[in-house]
């Protein structure tokens, strides 16, 4: 069972980290901060960390501990576990597998990078939190208190879309009912007004999207400006997460959105879809995520334009 392999390694070491992807979603702070209150609730006397860049949408920044780098020092004979993250490049914070006596992945994207000296991947999982609490309710002897089982909900509402995707499936409902009991109802209650409503500035980011967004055949798609995000104040996260707002026009079975990252000097995509398949369009152009909902970096502006033909012809 992965739950024993998990354990052991627990027991084994006095140091744990625990990563995360870079722009963490829901569910990769959900599985960080759960699994480090899981651990420091069953395991005591565990030094458990949680490291990563402070890049959190700002919305997600008010339910989790603000974000820290993990110093190389920290890593040396301790226990890495990387959670909700599919390939070594996306990890947020170096790894430094050189150094950690032992590395455990707990993922739910497609395993093509088994990063991990042990990884506990489940593709069946809507959420890495899904797998979590299936991990961590198998041993009945383990607790899981008010605040793991907020973390561990949390990423289960925001990688299912409240328990809409097509990702749901029995189980996810009956892990969700697992910790359902255990949560303090009033943070859910302000969790969910958070997250269902968006600042001003926001707002009027949204109308230009929809007002200005190209809708040919059943795929809309916007390329955002340049300067897109500092003309409405709002973050690169905020703005790149856009690509579900064109979804919502009932005309758009697929819908793609792109806006600049001035990181890394590349067009950030994102294609979503309401039915079939799109993430073998991402993995062309190098990119990659969930069937429905992937996104892919564009070094070539025009790149763009294929992918909106390519979907087109689907
Ligand atoms: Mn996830």
Redesign the pocket.
């Known amino acids: 069972m992965e739950v024993n392999n998990l354990i052991k390694e627990i027991q084994n070491h006095e140091r744990i980290i625990i990563l995360r992807h870079q722009n963490p979603?829901g569910?990769?702070l959900g599985?960080q901060f759960g699994l480090e209150s899981f651990i420091k609730l069953n395991f005591k006397g565990k030094k458990v960390y949680s490291f990563g860049e402070d890049e959190t949408e700002k919305n997600l920044n008010l339910f989790f501990p603000k974000a820290k780098m993990g110093k190389k020092l920290f890593f040396k004979d301790s226990l890495l576990i990387v959670v909700?993250t599919a390939n070594k490049e996306r990890i947020s914070n170096k790894p430094y597998f050189n150094l950690v006596n032992k590395t455990i992945k707990i993922?739910?994207?497609p395993n093509n990078d088994k990063y991990g000296d042990i990884n506990i991947v489940d593709l069946k999982a809507a959420?890495?939190?899904e797998l979590l609490i299936k991990l961590f309710t198998e041993k009945p002897k383990y607790k899981i208190d008010a605040k793991t089982a907020f973390y561990l909900y949390i990423?289960l509402i925001t990688?299912t879309g409240r328990f809409m995707f097509p990702s749901v499936t029995g189980q996810t409902l009956l892990m969700a009912s697992k910790v359902k009991s255990l949560l303090d109802e009033k943070k859910i209650r302000s969790f969910y007004q958070t997250m269902t409503t968006v600042p001003n500035n926001v707002v009027r980011l949204r109308s230009v999207i929809m007002k200005d967004h190209d809708l040919s055949g059943n795929v809309a798609s916007f390329q955002a400006k340049k300067d897109f995000e500092k003309q409405f104040k709002v973050s690169y996260n905020t703005s790149a997460a856009q690509a579900n707002t064109l979804l919502q026009s009932q005309e758009a079975t697929y819908a793609v959105y792109s806006t600049w990252d001035a990181k890394n000097m590349l067009w950030k995509t994102s294609l979503r879809s309401k039915d079939k398949s799109v993430n073998d369009i991402c993995e062309k152009f190098g990119g990659g995520g969930h069937s429905m909902a992937c996104g892919v970096k564009l070094e070539k502006k025009k790149d763009f334009d294929k992918i909106v033909t390519m979907l087109k012809k689907r």
């Open positions: 979603d569910d990769a599985s909700d993922d739910h994207h959420s890495t939190t990423g990688d």
